[in-house]
């Protein structure tokens, strides 16, 4: 679907997105993880056709962006992060006016926005305008709005930025039944818990380059260990209860308020702490997630 | 088709996909919940056509519409009242709607993501102001008709001469909209536009201006779309008048080109 070689899109002197290689199969979700500035959001316009590359090459369902950019946006849906949904228009309108920018006649796009506002829980909501509505279903419209043209391909920038957790589940459910139905969907995230839900395959991008690529359980076990324990004790400064753990876990990091014990099995390491004689505050024995995995690769430091 | 994309590949033109009416269609269902900016289009040059024409106008009695040829102020002035309301509808749709569109309300990049290319914005907004432009100029032929203003058959043409008005106009408002930071730049717009709608021979006749002067009169694009309009109110129609269609048309088309050009820039980086 997706074949990008030495990908690489320059601002000037700055570099967004450096060199890099994917590839994305049919009917897979894709997730492209990193950072803010991490250039995810720069690769996904690339893909989009909406932005030429710098260099490198790039191919959309077998066709060239620079050459076929109509054609290649016919078969894609795009979400964009920020939703650019037409505040002038009704929820109905704006399905069927973006449904006549693919082309398609009124009496399909007619048919084709019912199903899709029942798909998006805004059957009831249909003839109201834009703007009251909230950010939940907003988002619900943008994706509704994107599947006018039955695309092949949904880009998805940032899914459920700024959504409550209902609106998120509801948002997941959404888009599980659209991968079930055969839409390859690429999306990206700074939230773990929506990349483990949602990515067969993911990579992770910083400073503009991906640093780790694999499906999240592959990606825990390489850069991970199966657990992870948190240990908090009465101090101020951690780092001297970190030099007297050092042997018991494969590797130890020094939060302000804790320790964190990467470790394959975190109540034997627990039991071994405690019989060092150190007596923690709190104990918290849990299983690697992908945060452990993203946080470990692009660090703590915080980036804007 | 092939080859007419390989001809469009091969010219500076933007791209697009010749779907510029599904934008038009967009601007006409937007416009159906704000139909009342309708009205102030229509009565503008309504306005100033019995203010000017009929009030003023009965003071000052006939004029030389050029060769002798007397007339009454109120048909003199009516023309230009057209020829100008044509620019400034086609401005203020190309200036202050498509900012709003293009900065706040974000609408091409939504459009952008679907086969639509920065030719068919450019084509469909400038589409959609030369349509509510021919509104305007319609309905006032007819009240000017009903007025007893218009003299000759020729007038039909001005709707269609009033619509290149419109183009000439949009495609140069639409362009100089994307190099605008803030509203406060629109102030440069109203100083370009108020100096051309009082004295590119709208009021008066050319001949009113010292010989030194009036070529920077007959340089700007107002001039041409009120004397092209008035030849034909008048039935004063001469070959002449192609030199008119010609400055306007090349304005047109230019300007669309660059405005495309310059969407593309700002928006496909």
Not at chain 1, 94 to 99: A, D, F, M, Q
Not at chain 2, 90 to 119: E, M
Not at chain 2, 242 to 255: Q, R, S, W
Request: with cysteine; hydrophobic share 50%; aromatic share 8%.
């Amino acid at each position: 679907m997706i074949s990008a070689h030495r990908l690489t899109k320059r601002f000037g002197g700055f570099t967004a997105v450096d060199s890099i290689d994917v590839e994305v199969r049919r009917g897979e979700a894709f997730g492209f993880l990193g950072p803010n500035g991490a250039g995810k959001s720069s690769t996904m316009r690339m893909i989009g056709c909406v932005s030429p590359p710098s260099d490198g090459s790039l191919r959309i369902l077998g066709l060239d962006p620079a050459r076929d950019g109509p054609a290649i946006r016919a078969r894609l849906g795009v979400v964009p992060q920020r939703d650019t949904l037409d505040e002038e228009l009704t929820v109905r309108e704006n399905i069927l006016v973006y449904g006549r920018y693919f082309g398609l006649s009124r009496a399909h796009v007619r048919a084709k926005a019912d199903e899709l506002l029942e798909f998006a829980q805004l059957t009831d909501r249909a003839d109201s305008v834009v703007e009251p509505l909230s950010g939940g279903m907003k988002r619900r419209l943008t994706i509704a709005r994107s599947l006018v043209n039955d695309p092949e391909l949904l880009l998805l920038d940032e899914p459920t930025t700024g959504l409550d957790p209902q609106a998120r589940h509801v948002l997941w459910d959404r888009l599980f039944r659209l991968k079930r139905s055969g839409v390859t969907l690429v999306l990206t995230t700074h939230y773990m818990d929506e990349a483990e839900q949602l990515c067969d395959r993911l990579v992770v991008m910083d400073g503009g380059r991906i640093v780790a690529e694999g499906s999240p359980r592959e990606l825990i076990a390489l850069h991970a260990t199966r657990e992870v324990l948190e240990l908090r004790f009465a101090a101020d400064d951690h780092a001297p209860y970190a030099a007297k753990l050092t042997d018991l876990a494969q590797r130890v990091e020094v939060l302000p308020d804790r320790l964190l014990l990467y470790t394959d099995d975190g109540d034997a390491t627990a039991a071994a702490v405690q019989r060092r004689g150190l007596a923690p505050l709190s104990v918290l024995a849990r299983r690697s997630t992908l945060e452990d995995v993203f946080l470990h690769l692009t660090g703590r430091t915080l980036v804007d | 088709m092939s080859a007419v994309a390989a001809v469009a590949r091969a010219l500076p033109i933007p791209a697009g996909a010749g779907l510029a009416r599904a934008l038009i269609e967009r601007n006409a269902r937007a416009f159906r919940h704000g139909w009342i900016t309708l009205v102030s289009g229509v009565f503008e040059p309504i306005f100033y056509l019995f203010s000017l024409g009929v009030g003023l106008g009965a003071l000052i009695g006939d004029v030389d519409a050029g060769g002798g040829r007397m007339v009454e102020y109120a048909a003199y002035v009516a023309p230009a009242m057209m020829a100008a309301a044509a620019m400034n509808g086609a401005v203020f749709d190309s200036t202050f709607n498509l900012f709003f569109k293009l900065k706040y309300a974000k609408l091409y990049d939504s459009v952008l993501a679907t086969p639509l290319g920065p030719r068919d914005v450019a084509v469909g907004e400038i589409g959609w102001a030369l349509l509510r432009g021919l509104l305007y100029s319609t309905t006032f032929l007819v009240v000017a008709a009903a007025a007893g203003v218009v003299h000759s058959w020729w007038s039909l043409l001005a709707l269609p001469a009033a619509s290149l008005i419109g183009l000439a106009f949009a495609a140069v408002g639409m362009s100089v909209t994307t190099y605008l930071r803030s509203w406060q730049d629109f102030d440069y717009i109203q100083l370009a536009l108020l100096p051309m709608f009082l004295f590119s021979a709208t009021f008066y006749p050319l001949s009113t201006y010292d010989e030194s002067i009036r070529w920077i009169v007959q340089a700007t694009p107002l001039y041409h779309g009120v004397a092209m309009i008035r030849d034909l109110m008048l039935g004063d129609v001469a070959w002449g008048i192609l030199a008119h269609v010609a400055y306007l048309a090349v304005m047109g088309v230019v300007g669309l080109l660059f405005a495309a050009h310059r969407i593309e820039r700002l928006l496909l980086r």
